[in-house]
Every structure is written in structure tokens, then in C-alpha cells.
């Protein structure tokens, strides 16, 4: 079981650079793809951006792509999303997930899916 921890949401305003945290229980959460995702009200949850197991490689939304930079600490458990440039419609909750830990290999079709841990989410509001 890993247990997820998300910090660093806030009520911004636009244009602005917030970053954000998760920290997992385990140290074995060096085997495990995490990644941030996000749900607005009254829309469907989204994947923002994901990291592999080994930091490798990354995956990102083409609304956050240029913006947004995911990147891990496994030393310290612990993985950020950098949000620079934020725009109204990035207001939303966002949740840190993580995968099944099996050193999974992420592809275009595939990293968006198979989290299975998640945080309970941190609040990002951002003000035009």
C-alpha cells in the first residue's frame, strides 16, 4: 500500500508560477510511475503529467505540454509539478496517483492509465 500526500495548491493569479508536492509513504516508490491529474468542476478528471519509475522519461497533456514540468526525488519520495504561466482554466483540484509500482514501462498510449493510489487532492484556483 503507498499513501500519497499532495501540498502546495493555493488561489493564484493568472500568469503566475506555482509549484506542487507529493510524498509517498514508501521508500520502494522509486519502482512506481506517479503522475498529477486534475479535476474541474463539472468536468471529468484529466491526466496533466506523469513521470516513470526511473525519471526517464515523461508524458504530458497538450494543455499543460510547455508549461508544466513534472520531476521526482525517489531519495525523498517525493514528486513536484512545476506549473508556470497559469491560466484560468487550469483551476482545478489536483490529485498525485501512483501505478502498481512493477517498474512499468510508459508509452503514448498507456501513461494516462493503471493509478491505483491516489492523495486526496490539493485545490489549485487560479484568478484572472
Known amino acids: 500500500q503507498v499513501q500519497l500526500v499532495e501540498s502546495g495548491g493555493g488561489l493564484v493569479q493568472a500568469g503566475v508560477s506555482l509549484s506542487l508536492s507529493c510524498t509517498a509513504s514508501?521508500?520502494?516508490?522509486?519502482?512506481?510511475?506517479v503522475g498529477w491529474f486534475r479535476q474541474a468542476p463539472g468536468k471529468e478528471r484529466e491526466a496533466v503529467a506523469v513521470?516513470?519509475?526511473?525519471?526517464?522519461?515523461?508524458y504530458y497533456s497538450g494543455s499543460v505540454k510547455g508549461r508544466f514540468t513534472i520531476s521526482r526525488d525517489n531519495a525523498k519520495n517525493t514528486v513536484y509539478l512545476q506549473m508556470n504561466s497559469l491560466k484560468t482554466e487550469d483551476t482545478a483540484v489536483y490529485y498525485c496517483?501512483?501505478?502498481?509500482?512493477?517498474?512499468?514501462?510508459?508509452?503514448?498510449?498507456?501513461?494516462?492509465?493503471?493509478?491505483?493510489?491516489w492523495g486526496q487532492g490539493t485545490q489549485v484556483t487560479v484568478s484572472s
Open positions: 514508501r521508500r520502494i516508490f522509486s519502482s512506481h510511475a
Open positions: 496517483a501512483a501505478d502498481q509500482g512493477r517498474y512499468r514501462l510508459l508509452t503514448d498510449s498507456n501513461w494516462y492509465e493503471e493509478y491505483v493510489y
Open positions: 513521470i516513470s519509475w526511473s525519471g526517464a522519461s515523461t
